[in-house]
């Protein structure tokens, strides 16, 4: 459970980094802001995505918010 909470924490640690940069980006020198959605193309190794990683895609987050409604409904 800890490590789970770290995993979280580090991920939103390197989300507000990221959106930190793009911030000072916008507000100092817009016209250099970095494309992260180039990066994130070339760096999963594929530009489109398949039907099928969709309908999963879609499952595993219908499972997690389940998963976080009768988490929340636990502790109510």
């Known amino acids: ?3 789970g909470k770290n995993d979280e924490v580090q991920a939103r640690r390197v989300l507000q ?3 930190a940069v ?3 980006h916008a507000v100092h020198s817009p016209k250099t802001i970095p494309d992260f959605t180039k990066a994130g193309a070339e760096h999963s190794g594929k530009t489109k995505r398949d039907k099928k990683s969709d309908a999963q895609a879609v499952e595993q987050l219908r499972a997690s918010l389940m ?3 009768f988490h929340n409904q636990r502790g109510a």
């Open 1 to 3: 459970m800890i490590d």
């Open 22 to 24: 793009l911030f000072s």
């Open 17 to 19: 980094q990221e959106l």
């Open 67 to 69: 998963s976080l409604h």
